[in-house]
């Protein structure tokens, strides 16, 4: 009867901490006070942003990458919390990973779902009522669309970063240093402000980049799947984020939605400039801090104590 109830109150223990991280990752817009942005299609005329209401995530067609952060910064520290508190408490298991998980998506669904709400009352679509198809739906389901299969990516990233091993948590690193950038610019920049503070813009551009060369060089190169994981996290810290640029720079576009051929030509012409410049510059940052992390991880393991400690 100990037993259980102790088991019972350590997998509560870690649901609450999938809720706590899911929390954190929503921490940009929360505070700056969590008001949603102008809205173009709101159904009443706003000319500020406290008459908007407040709501757990951003939603806006301007701020997807601010979104993909909340989420995925978010389960990436749970389930970097998860693999900490695991490696450390007495027979914790797969059921712990699970708790934490769950804990996790019902923060993330219900901010979700109060954020659609409220988003779809301004709108002229309340909950459960479609009076009839137009701009103003189509733009609500498919950011809602955005947001969901963000929480899937997200559940992803966790299930990697909780799990023991180390070439499949240093691809989830990178597919979360992907919407660092974004996340920390959304905490250092109120909303609705188009002015970054410096230091700001200096750690959104390096941070992401160090993230994933350190993860690398947490995880070792020891083995053929961790070598492919290191590739494979540096191509998609580099691809994702000259994508992710270029979603945002299409969502962003009103006057190119509608002429498909045009939208698809900017958007190449964004993912090209970025995949050659400021990604490129982003995944070489995490290169060489991969190749200092690695040396100085091969240095300690080489002190003569570290030696005599080992059995």
Do not use: K
Request: hydrophobic share 55%; with cysteine.
């Amino acid at each position: 009867m100990g037993d259980a109830l102790r088991r019972s109150r350590r997998l509560v223990l870690f649901g609450l901490l999938g809720v706590a991280c899911a929390l954190v990752g929503m921490l940009p817009p929360l505070a700056h006070g969590g008001r949603l942005t102008l809205q173009n299609l709101w159904a009443t005329p706003t000319t500020s942003e406290a008459q908007m209401p407040i709501v757990f995530l951003p939603f806006s067609q301007y701020q997807l990458d601010l979104v993909a952060g909340t989420i995925l910064i978010g389960s990436a520290l749970a389930g970097i919390a998860t693999r900490i508190a695991a490696s450390r408490v007495v027979h914790a298991d797969s059921r712990a990973r699970l708790a934490t998980l769950i804990g996790l998506l019902v923060a993330q669904l219900a901010a979700f779902v109060q954020t659609a709400i409220a988003v779809g009352r301004g709108l002229g679509h309340p909950a459960g009522v479609v009076r009839l198809v137009d701009d103003s739906l189509v733009y609500l389901v498919a950011v809602s669309v955005w947001i969901v299969l963000l929480i899937a990516l997200g559940a992803v990233v966790f299930r990697l970063l909780a799990r023991p091993g180390g070439s499949g948590a240093v691809v989830a690193v990178a597919l979360a240093s992907v919407t660092l950038g974004p996340w920390i610019v959304g905490f250092v920049r109120p909303v609705g402000s188009f002015s970054t503070p410096g230091f700001g813009v200096f750690v959104a551009a390096w941070l992401p980049g160090i993230a994933v060369g350190a993860a690398i060089g947490a995880a070792g190169l020891r083995s053929w799947h961790r070598i492919v994981g290191a590739v494979v996290a540096l191509v998609v810290l580099w691809a994702g984020t000259a994508a992710l640029s270029g979603i945002v720079a299409a969502a962003g576009s009103r006057a190119l939605l509608r002429l498909p051929d045009e939208l698809a030509q900017m958007v190449g012409l964004v993912f090209r400039s970025d995949v050659t410049g400021a990604s490129l510059r982003l995944a070489g940052v995490a290169a060489a801090t991969g190749v200092v992390a690695l040396v100085v991880r091969q240095v300690v393991g080489r002190r003569p104590g570290r030696r005599e400690a080992r059995p």
